[in-house]
């Protein structure tokens, strides 16, 4: 199974940028996909999930309006558009995988908003 994140980097206050996670080794439209962050010194927080087979989305409060998770089931990708960030978006981003009592987590990709 892999799960590999990317699209991070140095943005300023009121940019944008996309992440992608890429996964293999897994049925990917039958499980949950998720993306969480963990600021240093926080615990990690669920920011949107998109269920299976491109079914609900939903989205914390921090994020709602702001940010957009989107899945290609033929590529087995999932998506994160973030715009208007902010420096409290700074973090390290992770993609999970859920279905049931399985997960699988991404290594991770830094964002880092700031002027």
């Known amino acids: 199974v892999q799960v590999v994140e990317s699209g991070g980097g140095l943005v300023q206050p009121g940019g944008s940028l996309r992440l992608s996670c890429a996964t293999s080794g897994f049925t990917f439209n039958t499980y949950a996909m998720s993306w969480h962050r963990q600021a240093p010194g926080k615990e990690r927080e669920l920011l949107a999930t998109s269920a299976s087979a491109g079914g609900k989305t939903t989205y914390a409060d921090s994020v709602k309006g702001r940010f957009a998770i989107s899945r290609d089931n033929v590529k087995n990708t999932v998506y994160l558009q973030m715009n208007d960030l902010k420096p409290d978006d700074t973090a390290m981003y992770y993609c999970?995988?859920?279905?049931?009592?399985?997960?699988?987590w991404g290594k991770g990709t830094q964002v880092t908003v700031s002027s």
């Open positions: 999970r995988a859920n279905y049931f009592y399985k997960q699988y």
